[in-house]
């Protein structure tokens, strides 16, 4: 019979990392992070991110249960809007109380069930949370800060020389100077101003 999953943060981790048959090791391996810093959240030397939960998520570790423990999740006054709970999410994905309660409210789809409609519900939160954004922007390699350093390099070039553009040519335009800039992280303003004047001609 499997052990209850009760005690501290770090011995719950354990014990999941345990039914899953992994080593420490292991564990650290298929999370992305070092078998040390596995050590240290299991002793609870350190304490996980959001990152490293999101990643136990996705190999079928139950947060609820890790958080709050088996015992915890039988008894009928923890439910999905547990104070503690909600809190640790707040903190965890770096989102406001009342932006946090909007994502829920509008991804509700039955009040009774508590059933969310889960697009809904990432919409939101990815919307009111830098935590997530800076997350899917390391999934997807997009570099916000060089695309945004684009952006203003154009419209300011457009607006020094009074010129427009029409949004698929600076669409384009944008697209190109991003693919060159992209190896070395930089912006070069000759070379936006020289594609300006190609692309508004």
């Not at 996705?58 to 999905?80: F, K, P, Y």
């Not at 809190?87 to 509008?106: M, N, P, R, S, T």
Request: proline share 3%.
């Amino acid at each position: 019979m499997e052990p209850k999953k009760t005690g501290t943060f770090g011995s719950r981790l354990r014990q999941e990392r345990e039914a899953l048959g992994l080593s420490q090791v292991e564990m650290a391996e298929k999370l992305g992070i070092t078998a040390r810093s596995q050590r240290n959240y299991e002793t609870g030397t350190r304490v996980p991110d959001a990152k490293y939960l999101m990643a136990l998520s996705r190999i079928g570790v139950d947060l609820i249960v890790l958080l709050h423990g088996e015992e915890a999740t039988r008894q009928e006054h923890v439910e999905w809007n547990d104070v503690s709970y909600v809190i640790a999410l707040e903190k965890a994905f770096g989102i406001k109380h009342e932006d946090f309660e909007q994502a829920v409210e509008l991804s509700l789809v039955n009040d009774d069930l508590c059933v969310f409609d889960p697009e809904i519900l990432f919409l939101e939160l990815r919307r009111h949370s830098p935590v997530i954004r800076v997350l899917i922007e390391r999934e997807s390699g997009l570099d916000t800060v060089l695309l945004a350093g684009i952006l203003m390099g154009v419209e300011s070039a457009l607006h020094l020389r009074q010129l427009t553009m029409v949004p698929d040519k600076k669409a384009q335009a944008v697209a190109m100077l991003y693919r060159a800039f992209k190896a070395s992280g930089k912006v070069d303003p000759a070379m936006i101003e020289e594609a300006v004047k190609l692309a508004a001609s």
